[in-house]
């Protein structure tokens, strides 16, 4: 079984102006932008060796979305394994849903209500 933290993700309703917050304050570099298939811009960010998600609401998402870290992304490669583990915890499933690319993400909830997802690693 392995893990690695995936990414941290900043939802925005401007993530052009919020990106470039984090390049001239806190030094971050961008590592790409690409569009959404509504258009809206999707950054990625490179935090210090932490790589950050700068986007607005994703289309497609049921789960509720709010602005602010929404949450704490970790890849692991024994995806059914591990979904399967936070199941048996008790822990709160709140949405499981493939991407567009094939993986499979799996957003639960830990402890004090921090919002947390697994990515099938590929």
């Not at 990106?19 to 001239?24: I, L, M, R």
């Not at 704490?72 to 849903?97: H, P």
């Amino acid at each position: 079984m392995s893990f690695k933290v995936n990414h941290l993700h900043l939802k925005t309703p401007d993530p052009r102006t919020t990106a470039q917050w984090y390049v001239d304050y806190l030094g971050a570099k961008v590592v790409s932008e690409r569009q959404s298939p509504s258009g809206q811009p999707i950054l990625r960010l490179d935090l210090h060796g932490v790589p950050l998600n700068v986007t607005g609401y994703i289309e497609g998402q049921r789960l509720e979305q709010h602005y602010g870290l929404e949450h704490v992304a970790i890849d692991t490669d024994d995806f059914d394994a591990q979904v399967e583990k936070i199941k048996a915890s008790g822990a709160k499933i709140l949405e499981e849903r493939s991407l567009p690319d094939g993986r499979r993400v799996c957003f639960f909830e830990g402890p004090d209500g921090v919002r947390l997802e697994f990515l099938e690693m590929r």
